[in-house]
């Protein structure tokens, strides 16, 4: 790469012309995928903020309206502006006035209300990184059809056993039925569910809306992958992506990697060590396909009679708790 490809300061970034649909950018994936790494490494490029995880998109339209870009209410702009995840984008009630008087329509409202999360930021460009948003993707290129939208994939595996920890009754997959049954095994349908959504969408948006992004690859060289990632997006590449962590990094052990501001780490989750032979057999019962198709390697053994019943068991109770 020659030193002309990289952008060192922001001044020379700056002297570049920017325009953008806003939101610009929607950064998704299977929850514990790498996610925020991911909104934090974007959100650190000059030109472009990246909120984290408000979630209001699709959810202010559910149960209010069957229409995907309704006229904007001024019911509808208090359900966006009462839902309890907005506060995140961090925007004032006089911005969130001032998207709704510019708007005719929620994707007007919406576009207004990135425009000023950007301008808050003192940026010309805002976008979301909701890993939810995975499994929205069709209503939410129907509303944004020039916003990008990167997905970026985990080895299953490594991502059951952060859900393992992460789950709760009341959070992810732990909120199913299916869960007290076996959470690993949940782990690796749930995985799979979350992330064929994505790409069974991005198939259809095109490469020139949708880009998937290898967790492994990103950690393992950030700045390969951030310069793939910034021509998608079409900005300028900046070295400051790579660096998102300098000036927060804290140097507690007791703190998880995304608490420690920890830079591109691999080997954070390590499946090999820390699955038995059952488990690995079970997950790649479950989701092995997936996971081949991915790129990821295989290898357990044979599953046992007990260990093929445990998996069409789970599909079964998997397939009866989703219909």
């Known amino acids: 790469m020659s030193a002309t490809a990289v952008l060192r300061t922001p001044t020379i970034v700056s002297e570049r012309p920017v325009s953008g649909t806003s939101p610009f950018v929607f950064v998704v994936g299977c929850p514990r995928s790498g996610t925020t790494l991911l909104q934090r490494m974007l959100d650190n490029h000059p030109l472009l903020a990246v909120a984290n995880d408000t979630h209001f998109i699709p959810r202010a339209l559910d149960g209010f309206t069957n229409s995907v870009n309704p006229d904007l209410t001024p019911a509808l702009v208090e359900r966006v502006r009462s839902y309890h995840r907005f506060d995140r984008l961090g925007v004032s009630d006089e911005a969130v006035n ?3 008087s510019a708007a005719a ?5 919406v ?6 999360f950007a301008r808050s930021k003192g940026k010309p460009l805002g976008g979301e990184k909701t890993p939810d948003y995975v499994r929205r993707l069709p209503l939410l290129h129907e509303l944004f059809p020039s916003t990008k939208i990167i997905h970026i994939i985990r080895d299953g595996r490594d991502v059951a056993l952060s859900l393992l920890d992460w789950a709760t009754e009341k959070k992810g997959p732990g909120r199913l039925k299916i869960w007290s049954e076996s959470p690993l095994g949940t782990s690796a349908l749930w995985w799979a569910w979350q992330v064929s959504s994505g790409r069974d969408a991005g198939q259809i948006l095109g490469h020139d809306s949708y880009c998937e992004v290898i967790y492994e690859k990103l950690v393992a060289e950030p700045e390969v992958e951030l310069q793939r990632l910034a021509a998608f997006l079409e900005l300028p590449y900046s070295e400051s ?15 998880s990697a995304k608490k420690a501001w920890l830079p591109a780490t691999s080997g954070l989750r390590d499946w090999r060590k820390d699955f038995s ?3 690995r057999a079970l997950f790649e019962s479950l989701s092995g396909e997936l996971l081949a198709d991915l790129g990821y390697e295989l290898g ?9 019943a445990t998996a069409d068991r789970l599909r079964e109770m998997w397939r009866h708790e989703r219909s």
């Not at 576009?111 to 000023?116: D, P, T, V």
Request: without cysteine.
């Open 98 to 100: 001032r998207a709704a």
């Open 105 to 109: 329509d929620y994707r007007g409202f």
């Open 300 to 308: 357990a053994r044979a599953p046992s009679t007990t260990i093929r």
């Open 277 to 279: 032979a059952d488990d």
């Open 111 to 116: 576009s207004g209300l990135y425009g000023e």
């Open 241 to 255: 992506m790579a660096r998102f962590h300098e000036g927060k990094q804290r140097s507690n052990p007791k703190l």
